[in-house]
């Protein structure tokens, strides 16, 4: 049966490898197209490009969500922090180790499906697993999905933080 017309997606997770890369960039440019189309600044200069993800499944960050055995989604998981993060302008939740994502994104024809909700609470499960009780991210101020979702998971703006590309919302949710 074709799940992929499910409302349910059945995902399967695992760690990206070389032989992803193509369709993950696949799935990026899909997403900077989405977000150029609604206006945002994220991703709309090169970032990320094959250089980056190239380095994320060398380092073995790279997670992909599967369905079908299609890859349709994308992300960097981080257990060793975010060196932009010790200049928060603002205020951490806590100060514990903690997960964080970066590059997360869906493919098109799955998307408005929960796919990365689902995405991040793997993330989340994986932190557990850890014995981690915090998660971090950033986004553009611009990026509505982005701050939506993250909303709806329980995360709470802490401030800003600054990379060469520009500033970031930082988020934080702990358990």
Known sequence: MNTMNKKNLELDFRTATPDDVTCVLR???????????????????GYPARGDIMVDVMSGVGCVAECEGRVV?????????????????GEWLSQQDYVVVHR??????????????RVMRHVEEMARQRGLRSFKIDTMHDNRYMHTM????????????RYA??????FEKTW
């Open 165 to 170: 590309s520009g500033e970031r919302v930082a």
């Open 27 to 45: 799935i990026i440019a899909q997403a900077q197209a989405q977000m150029k189309a609604l206006g945002s600044e994220q991703w709309q200069d």
């Open 73 to 89: 989604a994308y992300c960097a998981v981080v257990f060793d922090g975010e060196p932009a993060y010790e200049a928060l302008c």
């Open 104 to 117: 997360l994104a869906v493919a098109d024809e799955v998307k408005r499906r929960g796919v990365a909700t």
């Open 150 to 161: 993250l909303a709806t998971l329980g995360f709470k703006a802490c401030g800003t933080v």
